[in-house]
Nanobody
């Protein structure tokens, strides 16, 4: 059972940056599709970004395209989400998620059986 632990959240002013990290406990991570999701208070969880095991097929939600960058270091069992030019509407709990192998989609929460506990990101105006 893969365990995922996110870190790097916090409070930042609008226009600032944060880098989230997600460390996986299992070596199967290196063959897993990874995703980032977020959930703001009172809203549904939404897709942020996803990446295949080899770093390819990286897709972003339109709301974060050009501001967020997802990357991974398989040697460290870690995936990152670099968030620049943050906006108050980016405030949410951010979750990483994993699914072993390659998937065509990867933009919906049910596709990922392994999920982290989340890290809070708060952007002040």
């Amino acid at each position: 059972q893969v365990q995922l632990v996110e870190s790097g959240g916090g409070l930042v002013q609008a226009g600032g940056s944060l880098r989230l990290s997600c460390v996986a406990s299992d070596r199967s991570f290196s063959r897993s599709t990874m995703g980032w999701f977020r959930q703001a208070p009172g809203k549904e969880r939404e897709f942020v970004a996803r990446m295949n095991w080899n770093g390819g097929s990286t897709y972003y939600a339109d709301s974060v395209k050009g501001r967020f960058t997802m990357s991974r270091d398989n040697a460290k069992n870690t995936v990152y989400l670099q968030m620049n030019n943050l906006k108050p509407e980016d405030t949410a709990v951010y979750y990483c998620a994993a699914r072993y192998g390659y998937i065509v989609g990867g933009s919906t929460w049910p596709e990922y059986p392994y999920r982290g506990q989340g890290t809070q990101v708060t952007v002040s105006s």
